[in-house]
């Protein structure tokens, strides 16, 4: 009955007579009651909302899911939140995590905001999202981050400042590669009354190179 809460419990069966003197018990079983479905921790990662060059993405239950049951394509989403597009993917699972691996390059998914989706909606009793118990999902469990997998960055992204017509003002900031190995870059679209130096170079693993402006 619902008015057991779940939990570890003990039982044992008691004989009384009507005298209500015990004459005797059985041994006691132990168990647990489960009815709840398996949920989605705030461990989920990306854990900070932003899919970054080292980061994986990871789903992480409060409990043990049923790994056989878990299906890749009708139980396991990966979405660009914007359009609704799904993202090719493979998934891994262990105890309560899941491991989601997008089957794209990452230039695909850059500056994107994706949505993780597990869903079961009952149509395929030999899978879904549920416990070691057989307790299923009953509404969509999403998750969404933004990526941000670029390993060149400024180490400032932000200049303000305040110029009369006709003055010229000049200032630096630093591109910084944080990944492993060499990568180019090459600054474009910017206005008219705005030069940089270099536009383009070559910048080795965790180096920097400098910019100027100059407006």
Known sequence: PDVVPDGNMEIRAVTTCFAQTIKGSSVIIKGRIDRSPPSLLGSTEPVDGVLGPNDQIIAHFNENIDCGALHPLLNVHLYYSATGLEIDKTISC?????VVT???PNRFME???LRLTFEDDGNAPAYGVRDLYGNRITRSLNYEFYVDRNSMRWSDPTFQTITDEGETITFSRQI???????QSFTLEGMPTWLTASPVNAIIPAGFTQEVTFTI
């Open 94 to 98: 262990n105890e309560n995590t899941v």
């Open 102 to 104: 997008p089957n794209i």
């Open 111 to 113: 500056n994107q905001v």
């Open 176 to 182: 910084l590669n944080s990944g492993t190995f060499a």
